[in-house]
């Protein structure tokens, strides 16, 4: 037996399952030095070498989507009619974070404790088009935004395509948001059926901008890291970011 290639194994294994705990069942690195028998030092340097493979794999697996119509807007005429050249829906989520007292107060946004802004584009498969991490919880969704669009390998609308966004996005090209004044949420059509195109508008653009919901939704299911108390012991601004990008990669593969 090798015992050089056991134990390079192991060190695989160990650092791969590192990560899988933190994100997956937000277990702190003591808890799994302890499943693993290796010390928390070692555990906490098996997650930052492993966070960082994981990171260099975003442009291999997070993709802008292509030109054609989705075959969730295609194949069904209540949306085909008013969402042919929709590729997707992008929205923002707020993730917990742990940051450094002296800048926390930009972080606090209406949850009441320190998140971080989350952008993501979502395609109607519940894929991860687009992720752009960092922003503070405070920072309001037109800003995070126009941060997305302005970075050399950003955020792109493809012509004549374009994202389904809600009020908090604004107006402009390649985003389109609900009409305003106008009822929205699927609830509130539940006793009083669309009576205008405006109305019936809304009601469709509510349904099928639930595909973000549903994306954040399983994302923080099934990865407890970003919708749990954060660790206390880890309050650099990029381990957090790099958190959310990570998870939604992990999802992907």
């Known amino acids: ?29 003591r808890v799994i030095g302890g499943y693993l028998y290796r010390s928390t030092d070692t555990i906490h340097r098996y997650f930052f070498v492993v966070l960082n493979a994981i990171l260099k794999l975003y442009p291999d697996l997070i993709h802008l989507p292509n030109l054609s119509t989705p075959p969730e807007i295609r194949n069904n005429q209540r949306y085909y009619s008013w969402f042919a050249d929709c590729v997707g829906a992008i ?8 940051i450094h007292l002296e800048i926390q107060g930009r972080f606090h946004g209406h949850k009441g404790f320190p998140t971080q802004n989350v952008l993501a584009a979502i395609s109607f498969d519940l894929k991860f088009a687009y992720v752009l991490a960092c922003w503070e919880g405070s920072a309001h969704d037109s800003r995070v935004l126009n941060d997305a669009l302005s970075r050399p390998h950003g955020l792109r609308v493809k012509q004549d395509k374009y994202y389904l966004v809600d009020m908090g996005y604004g107006i ?3 985003f389109i948001p609900p009409y305003h004044g106008f009822r929205y949420h699927l609830k509130e059509y539940d006793d009083n059926p669309p009576q205008n195109e405006k109305k019936l508008f809304n009601l469709r653009h509510s349904s099928l901008r639930t595909t973000i919901e549903q994306g954040f939704g399983v994302l923080k299911k099934r990865f407890r890291v970003l919708d749990n108390d954060p660790f206390g012991s880890i309050k650099l ?13 992990i999802w992907l593969e």
């Open 91 to 98: 929205d923002g989520t707020y993730i917990r974070a742990s």
């Open 237 to 249: 601004k990029w381990i957090w970011c790099s958190l959310a990008v990570s998870c939604t990669i």
């Open 172 to 174: 402009r090209n390649g």
């Open 1 to 29: 037996m090798d015992m050089n290639i056991d134990y390079e194994n192991a060190m695989v294994i160990g650092a791969a399952t590192s990560v899988l705990a933190t994100v997956g069942q937000n277990l702190r690195f």
